[in-house]
Nanobody, 114 residues
């Protein structure tokens, strides 16, 4: 299983970014996909998840600002991030389980700075 994340960058406070994660080597349409983030000096934290039935969950700090979605035809999960603030600065990782193993993408850096 390989997860390739992209879409990070530098954005001003209040701005938006959309992250993408392309999965291969898994049955994507039946997989629950997640986004996590790790800020400097902190542990990796849950951000959002989307199930095979499109059920979504979010950590409280991003509710109403972030939207997770998926395109099964493209084996891709997205994270639309709006109203970004400095506390959203982190490396963002996509994640999934397959065959009882957990897999992570390589991470994409999001920096919110004026």
């Amino acid at each position: 299983v390989q997860l390739q994340a992209s879409g990070g960058g530098v954005v001003q406070p209040g701005g938006s970014l959309r992250l993408s994660c392309v999965a291969s080597g898994t049955i994507f349409s039946t997989s629950t996909m997640g986004w996590y983030r790790q800020a400097p000096g902190k542990q990796r934290d849950f951000v959002a998840t989307i199930g095979s039935g499109y059920y979504t969950q979010y950590t409280d700090s991003v509710k109403g600002r972030f939207t997770i979605s998926r395109d099964n035809a493209k084996n891709t999960v997205y994270l639309q991030m709006n109203s970004l603030n400095s506390e959203d600065t982190a490396v963002y990782y996509c994640q999934t389980y397959y065959g009882r193993r957990e897999y992570w993408g390589q991470g994409t850096q999001v920096t919110v700075s004026s």
